[in-house]
Structures are given as C-alpha cells and as structure tokens.
C-alpha cells in the first residue's frame, strides 16, 4: 500500500492560507511527522509557498528539522522539561512557557551565550497547558528582564473554534485581548487563531493585531468537517491506496475473517486487500466502510485484520468484479472518494485521527515537488531550505 501526498495541494493550500490570514503570517503546524503526511518534504513544500514559521509537539520533532537543515523559525508547543532547555538554546528552537515554574526556569538557565526565545501560552479556556490570565503580567515583565530571554511570542488555543457561532470561543477571544492589553512588555508575536478560528471567527488575527495565526489540519486540506473546509478552496494533499493481493470466488453462506461474522448472502467474488489496522486503517470501519476499486465503490466485509482487509466485488461475472484482478489498486481514502471524512465518520472519530494513525510502515509517495524531483522527494528527508 502506499500513502502518496501531493506537495502541490500543500504550497496551493498554504497560499490559500496566508491570503486568509491577512496582514498576519502563518504558522504550519507540521507535528507528527506532518499529521502523517512527511514532516521534511511538507516543511519544504511550505517554505517554497512562503511560511516561515512552523509549529512542531515535542523537542525531538524540532531537533529533526532542524538536523534536516530546516532554517525556518520553530516553536514547540508542548510544555518544556528544565533539564531540556539546553537543547532549545543549541538548536535555535523557540519554548513554551505554560508556567510560572517553567518561566523560573528558563530565566536560570537563559543566558546572552545560550538565549532562549519564548512564547508564553495562556488557559483562556482550553484547560490544557497555560497561565492564568491573571499572572500573565507579572510573568512575562520577569522573563523580559532576564538576560538572554526574548519574548518571542503570547498565544492562546481556542476549544470550540470548529463550532460555527460558538459563544465560548468569543469569550475566550475576550479573556485573550483583556490579556494582550494587560501586558506591559514588548513582544514579537501575538497569536490565537487556528484552523478553526480562521473559518468560523472571520479574521481574530486583527482583533489584537496579532502578526501569526496558526493552521495544521487546513494545510493538509481538510478542516473539522466537510463544511468547514467548503469554506476555503483546499485540496486534500494525501491518498491512501493498497492492492488487491488475492481473488477468490464464494459460495453463498461462505464466512469471511475473523469470527465469521460475515458470511456471504449469494455466489460472490471477493477481493483480498494488502491493508489492515497494523497500516493504521481502522477496524472500527468493519462493516461500515468502502474503498473504491474497479471503478465502483465496494464495501469491505468481514473484520478488518492486522494486515488484510476483505471486499465484496458482487457477482463474479458482473462488474466491477469482473474487470479487477490481482495486483489492481484500491482507494481507502482520496480527493475523489471515499474522502478522509468518510473513513472518520465510519470510525466513529475525526479526519485528524485518521491521517496521524496512517502508520509508518506506509511507504510515503511525495508528488509534485515544486523542481520535479519526484525521486528526491519521495525520501524521508528534504533538502536544505
């Protein structure tokens, strides 16, 4: 099987971006490997549609991009161990500070020889990492005293941004400007909006004139919902394919996989696919989902295994089972269908899940590279940029 991405849909969907972004530039939040789309050959696709700033999970995930060569500024979003703090100093990556605590930290360990470049994160809300409003002051005037501290960034996270008209995420829209205006100390970047916020807030960048808006899931070209991303012309950059490894014919009342829960209701042929949930295809879709194959949409029956997954191709001498054979291609998930947000709604989750859980062991087909060089594209690792 393979996951093959298209870099054109992510330079097309990173420009659509910064133009609803206004005066403000975007961040690409590009964690987990991409959400599975390939972090190295991503962050280039970006940087070549003019994004400077990327937003990474953990310290590693920076420490790659940068060992990639990758020049652009980096924040880490999750909250910082003190004992890692040298490691964002030697790799010129920007911290969160969703502390007090990690604040004393930083200001011990900062120094003019080893500066630190901070963004600290406020709970407006999201109850998840960040200080309160209230000792935001206070914290960020004794990070702007210490030597070797920069005061890179004030950000918060909305909860509710993907729910049109949701008065939660005004109010936290609220709280965050009572901040921003409460904070006596000059700092670089002022952000709050995600994907969410910037399809459903209109523009919350120019609330506070914040110059960075963050985006992951819009990159890829998706949003939280199909409607959602109607609102912006993206492009789903990643379709999942796998081959049919086997073909056999059934007799009525043949069971298929595991538990034999499914059993065959006439003669029927049956297509045996090279994917199961060890590819990170759920097996939460038994039953419920379809790939595309032969020109038709054919439901998967039988459990899903580790490694194999089963398809109904309907009567053997009719089509679409009559014109498939060994090693054709089936489509789990593309632009055309069935879409991200199919497979999400059989699995009972959201299209995020699915592209995050595409495993590793998926070879990665990067496409459309912005010089043509499919061939270097396709590794795991971009050039310099």
């Given at each position: 099987m393979t996951a093959t991405v298209d870099l054109a849909a992510i330079r097309h969907n990173a420009g659509v971006l910064r133009e609803r972004a206004g005066g403000a530039d975007v961040m690409a939040i590009i964690k987990a490997d991409a959400y599975g789309h390939g972090v190295?050959?991503?962050?280039?696709?970006?940087?070549?549609?003019?994004?400077?700033?990327?937003?990474?999970?953990?310290?590693?995930?920076?420490?790659?991009?940068r060992e990639d060569g990758h020049r652009g500024r980096i924040l880490v979003l999750g909250a910082p161990a003190a004992a890692q703090l040298p490691r964002y100093a030697e790799y010129d990556l920007d911290l969160t500070v969703p502390s007090a605590e990690v604040a004393a930290a930083v200001v011990r360990h900062a120094s003019p020889n080893a500066p630190l470049r901070v963004h600290v994160t406020v709970d407006t809300g999201m109850g998840r990492l960040g200080l309160a409003p209230d000792d935001v002051p206070a914290v960020m005037a004794r990070l702007a005293d210490a030597p070797g501290v920069r005061l890179a960034g004030l950000w918060t996270h909305f909860a509710t941004a993907d729910a049109p008209g949701s008065s939660f995420a005004?109010?936290?829209?609220?709280?965050?400007?009572?901040?921003?205006?409460?904070?006596?100390?000059?700092?670089?970047?002022?952000?709050?909006?995600?994907?969410?916020?910037?399809?459903?807030?209109?523009?919350?960048?120019?609330?506070?004139?914040?110059?960075?808006?963050?985006?992951?899931?819009?990159?890829?070209?998706?949003?939280?919902?199909?409607?959602?991303?109607?609102?912006?012309?993206?492009?789903?950059?990643m379709r999942l394919t796998a081959r049919v490894t086997h073909l056999k014919t059934v007799s009525a009342g043949t069971p298929v996989s595991y538990g034999a829960e499914w059993q065959a209701p006439r003669r029927t042929r049956i297509a045996t696919l090279g994917?199961?949930?060890?590819?990170?295809?759920?097996?939460?879709?038994?039953?419920?989902?379809?790939?595309?194959?032969?020109?038709?949409?054919?439901?998967?029956?039988?459990?899903?295994?580790?490694?194999?997954?089963?398809?109904?191709?309907?009567?053997?001498?009719?089509?679409?089972?009559?014109?498939?054979?060994?090693?054709?291609?089936?489509?789990?998930f593309g632009p055309a269908g069935p879409t991200v947000y199919d497979v999400a709604q059989w699995a009972d989750t959201i299209p995020y899940e699915i592209l995050c859980g595409v495993s590793p062991r998926v070879p990665r087909r990067h496409v459309n590279c912005a010089d043509g060089a499919l061939a270097r594209a396709a590794q795991s690792a971009a050039p310099r940029v």
């Open positions: 190295c050959p991503v962050a280039r696709a970006a940087h070549e549609a003019g994004i400077r700033h990327y937003g990474v999970a953990r310290l590693p995930e920076g420490i790659h991009l005004k109010t936290q829209l609220d709280r965050f400007r009572a901040v921003v205006d409460a904070v006596d100390v000059d700092v670089e970047h002022v952000h709050a909006a995600n994907t969410g916020a910037l399809l459903t807030l209109g523009e919350p960048a120019h609330e506070f004139e914040a110059s960075l808006v963050r985006s992951g899931i819009a990159l890829y070209g998706l949003a939280a919902t199909p409607e959602l991303s109607a609102r912006l012309d993206l492009r789903p950059a994917v199961g949930y060890g590819d990170g295809y759920p097996r939460r879709c038994c039953g419920r989902a379809s790939v595309r194959v032969g020109g038709a949409l054919c439901p998967i029956v039988g459990t899903i295994c580790m490694d194999m997954c089963m398809v109904n191709l309907g009567p053997p001498d009719k089509a679409p089972a009559a014109r498939v054979d060994r090693g054709d291609e089936a489509v789990l």
